[in-house]
């Protein structure tokens, strides 16, 4: 089995390349399965399954969304197996820019817009820099310099990833995307993650409500960038 | 070079009644035909040499074959040239940085960019200056330097233009300039003195190339009379701008 993982900004146009990306895999004979994660809410399980393939909803409420995703790996794998599907989809919630919850063996595609402007490959981070694939979405929105403009930044912070333009709405790209799937390594064994992600490591993170300083222990960093170490 | 488009599906899976259509290097088509027909996406088709992969199922050949999967994929490597539809920037930062930018991205001089505005300054009333953020400038002026862009720094042997009227610019000069010398134009309008500029126009309906009508000589000889208007409406729409008052004068084409 295959295992790709469509992460990207909310709204960049996941689910719908995911879409017309799962048409195009059943034409190439391939059974897709597809777990969504989101943090409280998500409507796009509704839309995915008119496609007829098996979806399952993860919600990760408190949790960094990503870090369930990565947890929850191989309850996914388990599941989409028992689907007898020859290819695992999982569209993250994208909201941490912190994290990249991307396994070493599963194919790391980054769903980024155009229409976001040239410079917002430079503040992705991990999510863009470590994936194998980045799908551009939404260039009908914008002149082809812009595309290239675009395209050149995405090429200067992860110099070797595969391009992608696609279209969520008329399903340009989706087929291209479809290809580069079918053509991915199975998953087996033991998957490590391609960017450590950052864990509980302050207060915060467990649950501290009090902004003031004098409250918070950990490994902590301030406006001016200095870190430290508060506590025992 | 000779672009050949195979004949596809039109939006009921019927074969496009046009079943190849080659265009040679130095010739200037028009698509025309209703909202919705399909114009943008045989556009579109062309931009992403379809292979058979694309809604209609039309395949773009490259002097009779399938082009390189290397051209299709690494749009830097690709031969093709596009103004879209857009009427705006959405990149937030100035000219200068934008165009010295896209030139680099093409691996061409970013000191093109006074050429740039030189020559987006001949398409529009407004002028462009280095300074103007992208995102400020009017339809007018962005238009200008997407065609200025296009010409000067992309200067690819195939231009795909998706309707350049309507944006108040010089557009049978914005023509000539995209068509620069030798190149492959396929142009959309629905704007009577562009359509009659070229020497052939795909008539487009339900999703299919419905035919291919010939330029005929009757019809050039409107050309004359439609710039005549058109520079006519141009300048008073200029007079307009500047808040001036239209005389009986004036009222002669
Ligand atoms: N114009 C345009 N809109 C798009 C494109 N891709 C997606 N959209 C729209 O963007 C919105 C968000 O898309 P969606 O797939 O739900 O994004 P997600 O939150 O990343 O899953 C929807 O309204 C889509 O119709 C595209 O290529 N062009
Ligand atoms: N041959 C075709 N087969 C299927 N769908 C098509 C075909 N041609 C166009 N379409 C669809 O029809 C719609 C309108 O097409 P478009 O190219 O935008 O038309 P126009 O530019 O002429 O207004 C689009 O959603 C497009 O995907
Ligand atoms: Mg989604
Ligand atoms: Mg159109
Ligand atoms: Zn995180
Ligand atoms: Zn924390």
Redesign the interface.
């Known amino acids: 089995m295959k295992m790709v993982i469509i992460a990207g900004t909310p709204g960049s146009g996941k689910t719908s390349v995911l879409m017309h990306a799962i048409k195009n895999l059943q034409d190439l004979g391939l059974r897709a399965a597809v777990v969504k994660v989101d943090c409280l809410w998500t409507e796009d399980d509704a839309r995915i399954k008119r496609l007829g393939v098996p979806v399952r909803v993860g919600l990760a409420r408190d949790m960094c969304p990503d870090h369930y995703s990565i947890y929850n790996t191989e309850e996914m794998i388990s599941w989409a197996s028992s689907e007898g599907a020859d290819v695992l989809l999982n569209e993250t919630a994208g909201l941490c820019l912190r994290c990249a919850p991307y396994p070493d063996r599963a194919l790391a595609v980054c769903v980024i817009d155009v229409?976001s402007?040239?410079?917002t490959p430079l503040k992705i981070g991990p999510l863009l820099t470590t994936a194998d694939v980045v799908v551009a979405t939404k260039g009908?929105?914008?002149?082809?310099?812009?595309?290239?403009?675009f395209?050149?930044r995405v090429v200067e912070v992860n110099p070797g990833c595969?391009?992608?333009?696609a279209n969520g709405l008329?399903?340009?790209g989706s087929?291209?995307l479809a290809d580069i799937i079918r053509d991915s390594r199975d998953i087996e064994g033991e998957m490590l993650l391609r960017h450590n992600p950052p864990l509980a490591v302050c207060t915060l993170c467990t649950g501290e409500l009090r902004t003031a300083k004098k409250h918070h222990r950990g490994v902590l960093r301030h406006l001016d960038g200095f870190t430290e170490y508060v506590g025992e | 070079m000779i672009i050949t488009i195979k004949g596809g599906f039109d939006k009921d899976g019927l074969p496009e009644c046009v079943r190849s259509v080659d265009v040679s290097s130095g010739e200037v088509i028009g698509i025309v035909g209703p909202t919705g027909s399909g114009k943008s996406?045989l556009i579109?088709d062309l931009e992403?040499f379809a292979q058979g992969?694309?809604?209609s199922r039309r395949y773009v050949l490259i002097d009779g074959f399938p082009p390189d999967p290397e051209i299709r994929?690494d749009?830097?490597r690709k031969p093709v040239?596009?103004?879209?539809q857009?009427m705006h920037?959405?990149?937030?930062?100035s000219v200068r940085e934008?165009i010295s930018?896209?030139a680099?991205?093409?691996g061409r001089d970013p000191g093109l960019l006074s050429k740039v505005l030189e020559m987006a300054n001949t398409l529009t009333g407004e002028p462009v200056h280095a300074d103007d953020n992208l995102t400020e400038l009017s339809g007018g002026q962005s238009r200008a330097l997407?065609v200025a862009?296009?010409a000067v720094?992309?200067d690819s042997p195939i231009v795909l233009i998706d309707e350049i009227e309507n944006a108040g610019i010089r557009k049978k000069e914005a023509l000539r300039l995209l068509s620069g010398e030798g190149k492959i134009v396929l142009v959309v309008t629905h704007d009577p003195l562009l359509a009659l500029m070229t020497e052939r126009r795909i008539v487009m309906r339900n999703g299919g190339m419905a035919k291919v009508i010939n330029t005929t000589d009757e019809e050039r000889r409107f050309c004359d009379s439609l710039f005549r208007v058109d520079t006519w409406l141009l300048s008073l729409r200029e007079l307009i701008r500047r808040g001036e008052v239209l005389s009986a004068t004036e009222a002669v084409i």
């Open positions: 229409t402007g040239p410079n009908d929105l914008v002149s082809q310099a812009e595309r290239e403009v395209r050149e595969r391009i992608v333009e008329t399903g340009k087929r291209e | 996406s579109s992403q992969d694309t809604p994929h749009p830097r040239a596009q103004l879209s857009n920037f959405l990149a937030d930062m934008f930018m896209h680099r991205s093409r997407m862009d296009i720094i992309s």
